[in-house]
């Protein structure tokens, strides 16, 4: 087995992606699956998660991905060799949608080619895969927290190396497969012909999607015969297809097949990623709200002051589901943009696994640096632009 090979099923093995989206899915389904009325709750939030954000975070990806491709964005050599420029750059690509800039940094800090500042300024900018969620939402807010944290990620690395010098916790160059080892998230369950209904299901899917965000009701335009409902149907199905592709090579033994790095299958794995963790977050939201009869608008308003810092303390935890969790509550209205600004600063995306597996004592040193500028803004921001008190009535 090449070191390759070896340094990914490690990082696989002590991090298995998507299991604890699994569980959290299986608990909602299934455990109160008997209450009357419930099995349409579930069907209509999946529906819903797909069309008003799969489908954007899915036309978000490919685009981003096709630029990549097309210019050939490449940084991975420059920033080796980028010297002063290297924690503006590495900030510029922790800042980037997804988790592939963050992972390239923390990997090439591993070979010793990077100053620590680099590694916190690009897991402070990183809000990971949350990030296409806003960006197909709120784009404008979604470029104010990408430009929120290239700053605050240049500035805090910056003074990091000031403070500490260039070789704080540099780690004895050593030598690393080149290619870079790929993200564990991109092992996936697909074939040809699953891709291909994929596709199928999602261009209609888009289309639904952007009428719907132009408040026009698709159902009632579809309509014929008795199918009243024939989006929402497509939406549950296109979204059925992402959790099964997803889900089930995580819950059991089934042959996967590595991603070739083509555009097409690129966006499918991580549109299936961000997708599983949306529909966890609707399916709280819905079945929460149906079993119980609660106004969480209420809720959440009791305990404002301490949104912010539960929001950071999330974003303590690796990977990107709690995050896409935590988005999914802010653009729910359920969090205001402090408890998002605090989370977008602090969470370190899926870039947190292989800093932990290969360089543990920086990677948890880095997360604990980048709370302090997340506190910072998320409470700036609480009390100065969005005028809150020490009390809530």
Known sequence: MNNRSAMHQTVARRFPAGSTAGLVLLAILFIWWPQEGLAEVIALAISDAYIQVSTFVGATLFLFYGIERAFHLDLTEKLAAAGRWQVPLAALLGALPGCGGAIIVVTRFVSGRLSFGSVLATLTATMGDAAFLLLAKEPLTG???FVLGFVVGTLTGVFVDWLHGPDFMRPKKTQLPDP???DPRHLTWSHPL???CWLLLFLPGLMIGVLTAFQIDVNQLMAFGE???PASFLGFVAG???LVMFLLPRLATLPQRPDQGGILAQTITDTNFVTTWV???FLMFEVTIFLFDLDLQSLFSGFVL????LAVLVGFLPGCG?????TSLYLAGLIPLSAQLGNAISNDGDALFPALALAPKAAILATLYSAVPALLIAYLWYFLVEGGGFFTG
């Open 143 to 145: 470029l104010f927290v």
């Open 306 to 309: 301490i949104t912010p810092l």
């Open 322 to 326: 709690p995050q896409v969790v935590i």
């Open 227 to 229: 199918w009243s409902r």
């Open 194 to 196: 699953l891709e291909k």
């Open 279 to 281: 529909v966890a977050a």
């Open 180 to 182: 870079l080892p790929q």
């Open 240 to 242: 059925s297809l992402c």
